[in-house]
């Protein structure tokens, strides 16, 4: 037998008590990992999202595991509450189980789900050291940016945030890190017939 | 910034073949043009052509116009992907990948992608390895089997003599490390934690901050290294540190008081960062590294909690960093934010609570709604602590109730619960009537029954009360919670004579508003209340003795006109000839106008009385029609009794003081003496009694012991000559047989009753106790588990969860109710197939609200008999 926590299967929620068939209710797996998940494992950050006004994900960083089905599903639910907001209210919103903590720059959503202790202020602090770090790696960062490039919106913010926590508070270090490892990859990658053997 | 990475003309193609040159160039043309371009100049071993670039489809995808397009080109896509994937095209596998990781996040499935990115983790390329462990972490998690197959990558890389290979590896642990990968990569971690680079160390750190979250009986291992963390002067170690001994600490009070002794460095830390001068490096705002500061001073709240020594040691620098702080910037905000929750979580000195309480009062006049948000919040945590420095910031938070902003409404009723006291309660009342008329469904249930349970404890008079009661009923229409109705009748059946008079003067102004303006079916419970209080009151209600009681409210209005007894029936009569009013709702009506005839005297009232309780005699609804032909025998052959049977009922006992409960989980509905209360009595048990019928084969309450017994002498038929258990077997204190019994019969499930039943005590905290008595089935590879939960106090929304290995098969029934009263229990049936035949674990959460705060209890019950399943 797997001894984790997450190796539960069954898990029933008042919510998915929809459906009764002969006397018995059928148990809604999603809901099961989602209360293991969302609720054990009390990480500091439990994902990350990041989406357009239009409601589009460009975006998504969890820290807690999900299956997929489960994850858009947060997603969507979310991006629908948070667009719901009109401006003048507040970065906070207590959803479900989580505290989302989001702020609009230009066009672009940025959301963290947080545990409910956490300092909500500090996140949209950290939320903010992030959008600088991409306004300073592409040079006033916009979401086509992002879009185009957002293997390298990763890259930035596995430099800031290691497993939920952040890891860095000196900008510098983090570009320079950044810097570092993609001069790794121009030099290993060939330049010449079709231009290279990276991502193009 | 234009894109020079593939807005640059560069190719071998001409320029009119440039596919870089139309970012909506089709795809099949790419494909022409590249095929043509290899066989130009390629040599013959290119087996495959080249894949489209990560820009250009992305270009592609977002040049479509319908979701339909996309989803072409996308499969196309795929397709392609996966063809390269099958001939191991190991040359643009990290391109492939790219392109695979942006067509996930579009929430297309990626998973044929994971075994790919395990290649490219063990490729020697860096760039391999980076989009490798960036699809590692985004298609793999630690819920899939195929995340173990990484391990042996990582353990390879973790001893890389590239920084950045290392760095890559940790950041992957960090975030999908399961307990095993942990147990197998602890001490490499623990290694690297030691390693004199920062770079690795910081990250090292993280690492076994996960790996102590997934394994806590892997801390041990870290704790020499974790120590040295805080000299370091690089402030990524430092934060890291700090994280992770902070999660230690949380972790075993062990560790905890082992880390005392870092109070003064910790103090030092951040006096450092306070007096420091500028350092361009660490500065947000003109604050200096105001991340390091919160988790420095959340790690001070940990160790000085409870611990006076501590706490001693850390109140100067808390009022330095309380007084010195900057707050013109959110930065300086937040310190100040996470310093008051420290101050009021040790043991400070009162100045310095003085002084916490004062920022939080500045915090509520910000105009920044986040910070008022973060005020109201803090507010609610330090209530418990210092209520009357709180009660001085009443007004502002009564305020906050009418913000636009739900986050920050929900924060100031919350508060305002926590502030209402014997004093303010007529002024705190008012103010949430008016929040309870305007504020969406989704408070309205929690709304209600918080101001319920505050006017029953702060009252201040009877009339007070009742009157309250009457404006939260019309107010909170129907999500007032059921057993609101039930307390409010026992509260005016055990008033004075004139107060029940009042009562039903005041609730037929109610009813008979609903009843015109057609809210009636909005206001059910009102309509309940008001019905069986003008059923027994009505003699009150129509009588010119009651002039005397004064109807004016608090603004000094009379709105009550005295009915003549017709009119009321006339009311009556259109409530329950309405569609929409719910059976329970007319039972209450019918039960009521039955007792009106014999408190009204003039005889056009009675004859509709009798014509409407007639017309129910053939009604569509079964419950209902039986009472209509009841009532209408007291009209014929019994009426000599019906005066008699529908006597006014006798003041309502008060419920039970709560700690009697104790010994008696559920005791037996006490019967009382008088004849007509005990018909009363019944005709409830069925108006309550008829809407479990609907929702759920297991409510058990209303089966009598009697038929236990019969249910128990089947089971000893059953279980044969297996003399001992049914000796051993408590079965006669518990229903559940028969539950089993119906199972079997309505879910065709073949098995037959247990043959031992054994409790287990699955939770007994702070008055909840939940046990799961545990019954065998014969054939072994399952068992039957009834929870019941008895409780000291009353809770409401009760849920019992649980949930079970994978292995195992969980079906559980629907609970027997959602409110736990010191009277009653509630029971639910989870019924348990094992075919591995396995001990069994269970892991259970039980949620519920008392006094309107919602709890949430945790535990894990493996005490189960070892020999379950043999």
Redesign the interface.
């Given at each position: 037998?797997?001894?984790?926590?997450?190796?539960?299967?069954?898990?029933?929620?008042?919510t998915s008590?929809t459906h009764?068939f002969?006397?018995?209710?059928v148990?809604d797996f999603y809901y099961?990992?989602y209360?293991?998940l969302i609720?054990?494992?009390e990480?500091?950050m439990q994902f990350m999202l990041l989406f357009s006004r239009q409601g589009k994900?460009?975006?998504?960083k969890?820290?807690v595991?999900?299956?997929?089905k489960l994850k858009?599903k947060i997603t969507r639910e979310l991006i629908t509450t948070v667009l719901a907001?009109?401006p003048?209210?507040?970065?906070?919103?207590?959803w479900k189980d989580v505290k989302v903590v989001y702020k609009r720059y230009a066009s672009l959503y940025f959301c963290c789900a947080m545990e409910q202790e956490d300092?909500?202020?500090?996140t949209?602090?950290?939320i903010h050291?992030y959008v600088e770090l991409l306004d300073k790696y592409?040079?006033?960062v916009?979401e086509l940016?992002i879009?185009?490039n957002?293997?390298k919106a990763?890259?930035i913010l596995?430099e800031l945030v290691?497993?939920g926590?952040?890891?860095?508070?000196?900008?510098?270090?983090v570009l320079k890190?950044i810097a570092?490892?993609d001069l790794?990859?121009e030099e290993?990658?060939p330049q010449g017939?079709?231009?290279d053997?990276?991502?193009? | 910034m234009a894109y020079p990475m593939y807005e640059v003309d560069w190719s071998v193609l001409p320029p009119e073949q440039n596919r870089r040159f139309n970012p909506a160039f089709n795809i099949a043309t790419i494909k022409q043009v590249v095929n043509e371009a290899i066989e130009r100049v390629a040599p013959v071993s290119v087996r495959m052509p080249t894949p489209t670039r990560l820009r250009d489809l992305i270009r592609q995808i977002r040049a479509v116009r319908t979701a339909a397009e996309e989803r072409s080109v996308v499969n196309k896509e795929c397709a392609y992907i996966r063809s390269t994937f099958r001939e191991e095209d190991s040359v643009w596998r990290c391109r492939n990948i790219a392109k695979l990781l942006y067509i996930h996040m579009l929430g297309y499935p990626a998973h044929f992608g994971q075994l790919e990115c395990l290649k490219l983790i063990a490729s020697p390329r860096f760039t391999d390895k980076r989009v490798g462990y960036l699809g590692a972490m985004l298609l793999l998690d630690e819920r899939q089997d195929v995340h173990l197959l990484i391990t042996n990558c990582l353990k390879n890389d973790l001893n890389s003599n590239t920084q950045f290979v290392v760095g890559l590896a940790l950041c992957t642990l960090g975030a999908i490390a399961s307990p095993e990968m942990a147990r197998d990569l602890a001490s490499e971690v623990e290694r690297l934690i030691k390693s004199p680079n920062a770079y690795i160390k910081k990250k090292a750190a993280l690492c076994a901050f996960r790996i102590i979250r997934r394994v806590p009986d892997l801390m041990e291992m870290f704790l020499p290294a974790t120590r040295s963390l805080l000299t370091e002067k690089n402030h990524g170690v430092l934060i890291t540190g700090v994280t992770l001994i902070t999660e230690m600490c949380e972790n075993s009070p062990d560790t905890l008081n082992h880390f005392k002794k870092i109070v003064p460095n910790l103090v030092r830390i951040l006096k450092n960062l306070i007096l420091a001068g500028y350092s361009p490096e660490h500065d947000v705002s003109g604050v200096s590294d105001p991340f390091l500061q919160v988790k420095i001073l959340r790690l001070l709240r940990i160790l000085g909690k409870n611990d006076a020594e501590a706490s001693e040691a850390m109140n100067d620098i808390l009022a330095q960093v309380a007084t010195n702080t900057e707050t013109s910037k959110n930065v300086g905000n937040t310190i100040l934010y996470e310093t008051v929750l420290s101050i009021m979580d040790i043991k400070s000195e009162s100045s310095l609570r003085v002084l916490a309480v004062n920022i939080l009062g500045r915090f509520l006049l910000n105009n920044d709604k986040n910070i008022r948000y973060v005020a109201l919040n803090t507010l609610l945590r330090t209530v418990h602590v210092d209520t009357s420095a709180v009660q001085r910031h009443r007004t502002t938070i009564l305020e906050c109730l009418k913000d636009p902003d739900v986050s920050i409404r929900r924060r100031a009723m919350e508060l305002s619960f926590a502030l209402i006291n014997g004093q303010n309660i007529r002024s705190m009342m008012k103010e949430l009537l008016t929040f309870l008329e305007r504020s969406d469904a989704e408070f309205k249930a929690h709304c209600s029954s918080a101001m319920v349970l505050a006017a029953e404890r702060h009252a201040p008079s009877n009339k007070w009360h009742l009157d309250t009661l009457f404006r939260v009923f019309l107010k909170a229409g129907n999500y007032l919670r059921d057993d609101t109705v039930s307390s409010t009748i026992q509260i005016i059946s055990s008033s004075a004579g004139e107060r029940q008079a009042y009562a039903a003067m005041r609730l037929w102004t109610a009813l008979e508003r609903s009843a015109i303006s057609g809210l009636a079916t909005e206001r059910q419970p009102l309509v309940q209340v008001a019905a069986w209080t003008i059923g027994e009151y009505g003699d009150l209600l129509v009588s010119e003795d009651s002039n005397a009681i004064s109807m004016a409210d608090e603004d000094g209005f009379d709105e009550f006109t005295r009915p003549s007894e017709e009119y009321v029936i006339d009311i009556y009569q259109k409530l329950l000839w309405s569609t929409q009013l719910s059976i329970t709702t007319k039972e209450y009506l019918l039960l009521s106008l039955a007792k009106l005839s014999t408190r009204f005297t003039t005889q056009p009232s009675q004859d509709k009385i009798r014509v409407i309780i007639d017309t129910f005699g053939s009604h569509i609804h079964i419950e209902l029609q039986q009472r209509g032909v009841e009532l209408s025998q007291l009209y014929r052959q019994y009426a000599h009794l019906r005066g008699a049977l529908l006597e006014r009922m006798p003041a309502m006992e008060p419920p039970a003081p709560r700690h009697e409960a104790d010994a008696e989980p559920a005791p037996p509905a006490t019967p009382s003496p008088e004849p007509d209360a005990q018909q009363q009595d019944a005709l409830l048990d069925l108006i309550v009694g008829s809407e479990p019928l609907t929702n759920g084969d297991t409510d058990h309450k209303p089966a009598p012991a009697l038929n236990n017994n019969n249910n128990n002498d089947i089971l000893d038929l059953l279980s044969g000559l297996d003399l001992s258990a049914s000796a051993v077997s408590p079965a006669s204190t518990t229903p559940a047989p028969a539950t089993l019994l119906l199972d079997g019969l309505f879910s065709s499930t073949p098995h037959v009753p247990s043959t031992e039943v054994s409790t287990v005590t699955a939770l007994d905290k702070g008055g909840l106790l939940v046990v799961l008595e545990v019954e065998k089935w014969p054939a072994s590879d399952g068992v039957t588990l009834t929870m019941r939960a008895t409780s000291h106090t009353t809770l409401t929304d009760f849920l019992f969860q649980a949930a079970v290995p994978r292995t195992f098969r969980l079906d559980m029934m629907s609970p027997s109710g959602t409110v736990l009263t010191p009277q009653s229990e509630i029971t639910q049936v989870l019924k348990i197939t094992n075919p591995t035949k396995t001990p069994l674990r269970l892991r259970i959460r039980v949620s519920y609200s008392t006094e309107g705060n919602p709890v949430l209890e945790q535990a894990e019950v493996n005490t189960f008999p070892p020999d379950l399943f043999n």
């Open positions: 037998m797997v001894n984790t926590t997450l190796s539960f299967q069954h898990f029933l929620h008042n008590l009764h002969s006397g018995t209710y148990i099961f990992v209360f293991l609720v054990t494992l990480f500091q994900l460009r975006l998504q969890w820290y595991a999900h299956p997929d858009k907001r009109k003048k209210m507040c970065s906070f919103l207590e300092n909500e202020l500090l949209l602090e950290l050291r592409f040079g006033s916009c940016d879009i185009f957002f293997e990763y890259f596995d290691l497993g926590e952040l890891q860095e508070t000196s900008k510098k270090n890190a570092a490892q790794l990859q290993e990658t017939f079709f231009e053997h990276g991502l193009g | -």
